[in-house]
């Protein structure tokens, strides 16, 4: 798992450089992965979406002292790609949490552009993004989170369990209100749960 870990780290760029591509790709009409008309418009949708949370949604002091508290270094290896709404909600908050202590590393690596990663931590058997992986300085595994919040997840299953259900191009309007209406609360209080119990257990051990 190392291995494969480490060739997705040595693809991966930075949050910045993502952030700049998704707003090239929207500016010039393109995507990452397949250059789908549908996921054409994704993107360009996205990276609006992206302009409007890193501008607008803040984190709250328990977040950023939390955070700050880490002590030992992490990388957050997050699979994403350009197309993807959950991921437009999702990427900016965890950039703005990284950002709050140089300890942590946020890194994005593109899910298609080699599948080993995402198929070594798939979610319920599918290759959902966004994906993130809390590995420490030897590649250990620390947690992951992902692809949304569990109320959002709960939506989500709702919609697809159902025979009669719309179809997506409709559901994502009910998800993106979801996630307007929350403000990214639930994102920064579900990761920095998963962040206060390694550190725990940092410093138990």
């Known amino acids: 798992m190392k291995e494969i870990i480490q060739r997705g780290l040595d693809r991966s760029i930075s949050y910045q450089e993502y952030a700049e591509k998704m707003m090239q790709l929207a500016a010039y009409g393109g995507t990452t992965g397949d250059q789908k008309e549908d996921l054409i418009n994704y993107t360009k949708l996205n990276a609006q979406r992206t302009k409007r949370i890193t501008k607008t949604v803040q984190l ?10 880490v002590e030992i270094p992490q990388t957050w290896l997050v699979i994403s790609e350009s197309w993807c709404g959950d991921a437009a909600n999702g990427l900016p908050i965890m950039a703005k949490m990284a950002n709050q202590n140089k300890l942590i590393d946020l890194k994005v690596a593109l899910r298609d552009e080699d599948t080993e990663l995402i198929d070594t931590f798939l979610t319920r058997g ?3 993004i ?3 992986i809390a590995l420490d300085d030897q590649l250990n595994v620390l947690f992951t989170w992902g692809p949304r919040p569990a109320e959002a997840q709960m939506l989500y299953d709702d919609w697809r369990n159902d025979p009669d259900h719309v179809p997506y191009s409709e559901f994502q309007i009910t998800m993106q209100q979801w996630y307007n209406k929350n403000k990214g609360l639930a994102i920064q209080a579900e990761i920095s749960a998963l962040v206060q119990e390694v550190t725990r257990l940092s410093v138990e051990s």
Do not use: V
């Open 130 to 132: 966004p994906k993130l």
């Open 126 to 128: 599918g290759r959902s």
């Open 60 to 69: 709250l002091e328990e977040t950023i002292d939390l955070i700050r508290d």
